[in-house]
């Protein structure tokens, strides 16, 4: 975009505007082809000059949602400059900028509005969002609840975050709506909300308070004797038992209580060679690839030209706001040249294997055509996450494409596949609820992960998958 647009937006000049079309009538079909551009639109949205912002979108609509080098859209932008009318304006041309259904979503941290309203002090905001939430009709009250109990990235939902910033209004609202189990949630340091306020009462006079009121509730501390000891793996067993007929495992899917579940940074050659060293016993001809590991070089079959060193760092480190913009800003076209490589070890597919979540789910963001993308060994995010037992970066994937449980790799062999393979009984029940239909996946030997189970002497598995 050249100076003179710029200018026009700026200024918010409808007539220099249609003065560039009229000399370039590709000048804004330039800007759009652009993977990631600051367009005239997110220029004029800054600024507040709404005819010309309207006058835009009626040009160009693609513009509403594009996103620029640092990630804002439009709307973003109007936001953090506080122009209200824009905002409002914006939601007129597409509500889908912002709708109700928009409280579902989270942040890469998978933290949901709430989570955001408590850490922010927002206390106002929060009683809006539970207010709303209440009164719509919003899937089922069963859902209301789950919404208010979702765990973010460190497994601390919103009544761990009240508890934490010793806000009992909060910790008040919220017990109305939440079952005995929600309450007593434990997060990443298997902390319940109880145990935070019992260790961290900076306020005696409010943890007192809040203290009660969880006690009240049922709440309990994670080393109670009268803390449920029921292991996942039966617990979730019995809900599959419980939940799915023989032919509902074909037909259902799981619904809106998916959740995700507890888990540093390898170099890229010593993760490939823990990929490697596991793909091994699933695929032979990998242990040719391993030879070129220790040479300090990649291996040729995973090398991308299409990837240079910054980008690698970038994945490996899992440093989106710095690195990864920075790159974008440089040249808005490094993701789509790394996408146009048929086989592509993507920064997604590193990410995954090092477990870094934020960064992940960034890039899904940006690129989701990575998340099935397979690297040049014929492995997809998914298939290297498992193999790197990245166990919360498996699930934070499938809550954004839960059909990449069916991803087929090399051989054919499905992230269900590996997971029957290695025997892990939690995580089998796991991706048979979020997708039973992957069970009728077969390998390229016609095998069905009955066979692998067998024969890898997975007897639970085997017990699990036919129950």
């Known amino acids: 975009m050249d100076e003179r647009m710029i200018e026009a937006a700026h200024m918010g000049d409808i007539n220099f505007l249609y003065e560039l079309i009229l000399n370039d009538p590709y000048v804004l079909q330039r800007i759009d082809d652009v993977p990631f551009f600051n367009t005239q639109l997110q220029v004029a949205t800054s600024v507040g000059h709404i005819e010309f912002m309207m006058e835009m979108i009626k040009l160009k609509p693609t513009f509403a949602r594009k996103l620029n080098q640092a990630g804002f859209s439009p709307m973003h932008l109007a936001l953090q400059n506080h122009r209200t009318h824009a905002v409002l304006r914006l939601l007129r041309f597409d509500e889908g900028l912002v709708c109700p259904e928009a409280i579902e979503d989270m942040t890469v ?12 002090d927002t206390f106002e905001a929060f009683q809006v969002l539970v207010g709303w939430l209440m009164r719509s009709c919003h899937e089922s009250a069963q859902w209301e609840k789950e919404l208010l109990s979702w765990a973010d990235i460190d497994d ?7 508890a934490i910033r010793n806000r009992a209004g909060v910790v008040k609202v919220l017990l109305e709506h939440m079952r005995r189990d929600q309450i007593n949630a434990k997060n990443l340091e298997g902390l319940t909300a109880l145990d935070i306020q019992s260790q961290y009462p900076w306020n005696e006079r409010q943890a ?14 994670a080393s109670s004797s009268s803390f449920p000891n029921t292991s996942i793996s039966s617990f979730h067993i019995e809900s599959l038992k419980k939940k799915m007929s023989r032919s509902q495992k074909w037909a259902t899917r799981a619904g809106p209580e998916k959740k995700g579940m507890p888990h540093e940074i390898r170099n890229t050659f010593l993760f490939l060679e823990i990929s490697l ?8 001809q990998t242990k040719v690839f391993k030879s070129c590991i220790n040479c300090g070089q990649m291996p040729v079959l995973l090398q991308n030209t299409a990837m240079d060193e910054r980008m690698i760092e970038a994945a490996q480190t899992g440093d989106i706001i710095n690195l990864l913009y920075e790159l ?7 993701l789509e040249r790394i996408d146009a490589v048929p086989f592509s070890h993507t920064p997604l597919h590193i990410a995954a294997s090092a477990g870094h979540i934020e960064f992940m789910m960034e890039m899904i963001k940006l690129k989701p055509t990575f998340a099935r993308k397979l690297n040049q060994a014929g492995f997809s995010p998914m298939h290297l996450a498992l193999q790197n037992d990245r166990t919360k970066a ?4 499938l809550r954004f494409d839960e059909g990449l449980v069916r991803v087929k790799g090399r051989e054919d ?6 997971v029957v393979q290695t025997g892990n009984v939690d995580l089998l029940v796991k991706l048979l609820k979020v997708c039973p239909e992957a069970i009728a996946d077969v390998t390229v030997r016609d095998e069905t992960v009955f066979h692998l189970a067998v024969k890898n002497d997975m007897f639970e598995a085997v017990g699990t998958m036919r129950q």
């Open 109 to 120: 941290r998978d933290e949901m509005v709430f989570h955001l309203a408590v850490e922010n």
């Open 156 to 162: 601390n939902t919103v009544l761990h975050i009240a």
């Open 208 to 221: 007192d308070r809040i203290i009660d009121m969880l006690s009240k509730a049922g709440g309990l501390s």
């Open 277 to 284: 060293d596991l793909g091994t016993n699933l695929f032979p």
């Open 328 to 334: 974008i800003l440089n040249d808005p076209y490094v």
């Open 394 to 397: 498996v699930l934070r994937l």
């Open 413 to 418: 062999l499905t992230p269900l596949h590996h």
